[in-house]
């Protein structure tokens, strides 16, 4: 069975940092991503890698603040966010499948989210 367990998430002041993990178990897929989603709001693209070649893309709102990346033998993916502001402040989901891109849909799994408050 497919899981994706997030973790990490927590309450931080502006200007600070914290680390999400996702670990994935039952396989290895080609490309993991992380999205948010910020109450009202709809969930948005954050973060993507592909797994073999360890290319990422990145939403300009995060750029040079937050990197993705990978542990290959826990298979696991890491959100670093650094320089946190308020407006990050959301429901952080992993999310993994084989396609690579910056919609939902290009994502077959998900994992049940971890919540993200920064402070002003």
């Known amino acids: 069975q497919v899981q994706l367990v997030e973790s990490g998430g927590g309450l931080v002041q502006a200007g600070g940092s914290l680390k999400l993990s996702c670990a994935a178990s039952?396989?290895?897929?080609?490309?993991y991503a992380w999205f948010r989603q910020a109450p009202g709001k709809e969930r948005e693209f954050v973060a993507a890698?592909?797994?073999?070649?360890?290319?990422?893309d990145y939403a300009d709102s995060v750029k040079s603040r937050f990197t993705i990346s990978r542990d290959i033998a826990k298979n696991t993916v890491y959100l670093q966010m650094n320089s946190l502001k308020p407006e990050d402040t959301a429901v952080y989901y992993c999310?993994?499948?084989?396609?690579?891109?910056?919609?939902?849909?290009?994502?077959?799994?998900w994992g049940q989210g971890t919540q993200v408050t920064v402070s002003s």
């Open positions: 999310a993994a499948g084989t396609h690579f891109g910056r919609r939902t849909y290009n994502y077959d799994y």
């Open positions: 039952g396989r290895t897929f080609s490309n």
């Open positions: 890698l592909n797994w073999s070649g360890g290319f990422a």
